[in-house]
Antibody, heavy 122, light 113 residues
Framework: EVQLLESGGNLVQPGGSLRLSCAAS????????MSWVRQAPGKGLEWVSA????????YYADSVKGRFTISRDNSKNTLYLQMNSLSAEDTAVYYC???????????????WGQGSLVTVSS | DIVMTQSPDSLAVSLGERATINCKSS????????????LAWYQQKPGQPPKLLIS???TRESGVPDRFSGSGSGTDFTLAISSLQAEDVAVYYC?????????FGGGTRVEIK
């Protein structure tokens, strides 16, 4: 059974940093691209970032480019999102989402984690 | 960026009746080389993550009831629920995966009338 478990969400002050993790199990982690998708309170879904199965290629939404970094450790079956220079607009539930593909920049998401809440506030 | 526009924002349908949700993309998501529409539909129930219902505009995922169907091509797409059940109350999103940045529609809330 595919499982994705996010952690690391917290309350952080504006300008601060946070690192999210997503522990994956139930599938061959290194064989699939992964993404982060966020959802602000009461709002819709926003794709944030994606990374290929081998970590060689990464993609970002313009809203986070230069501030967020996606990475993965295939030996630990774990996906990461390093978030810097956080602002109130980054407040959201952050979902880890699995792609059905290894290396497609255009992908849908066949499995999602339960999400991790990031709140940016003073 | 490809902008995805859903309509209506919300709809209330009686149990057993048909619900129809529309999704329009600002440019075609039909890839000519394989004749596939890079369009997915998700269902999100309160307090839960989204669940993939349909890929390639019309291919139901395994385990998805056949009352859910997707149609359309190019820029105009529809998700239909043929006979609404109580467990179908949710927000539904379309998503294009033709090209990054991957974008979602604003969502359509489906309720029981």
């Amino acid at each position: 059974e595919v499982q994705l478990l996010e952690s690391g969400g917290n309350l952080v002050q504006p300008g601060g940093s946070l690192r999210l993790s997503c522990a994956a199990s139930g599938f061959t982690f290194s064989s699939y691209a992964m993404s982060w998708v966020r959802q602000a309170p009461g709002k819709g879904l926003e794709w944030v970032s994606a990374i290929f199965g081998n970590g060689a290629s990464t993609y970002y939404a313009d809203s986070v480019k230069g501030r967020f970094t996606i990475s993965r450790d295939n030996s630990k079956n774990t996906l990461y999102l390093q978030m810097n220079s956080l602002s109130a607009e980054d407040t959201a539930v952050y979902y880890c989402a699995k792609s059905p593909y290894y290396d497609s920049s255009g992908t849908n998401f066949d499995y999602w984690g339960q999400g991790s809440l990031v709140t940016v506030s003073s | 960026d490809i902008v995805m526009t859903q309509s209506p924002d919300s709809l209330a349908v009686s149990l057993g009746e048909r619900a129809t949700i529309n999704c329009k993309s600002s440019q075609s998501v039909l890839y000519s080389s394989n004749n596939k529409n890079y369009l997915a539909w998700y269902q999100q129930k309160p307090g839960q993550p989204p669940k993939l219902l349909i890929s390639w505009a019309s291919t139901r995922e395994s385990g998805v009831p056949d009352r859910f169907s997707g149609s359309g091509s190019g820029t105009d797409f529809t998700l239909a629920i043929s006979s609404l059940q109580a467990e179908d109350v949710a927000v539904y999103y379309c998503q294009q995966y033709y090209s990054p940045p991957l974008t979602f529609g604003g969502g359509t809330r489906v309720e029981i009338k």
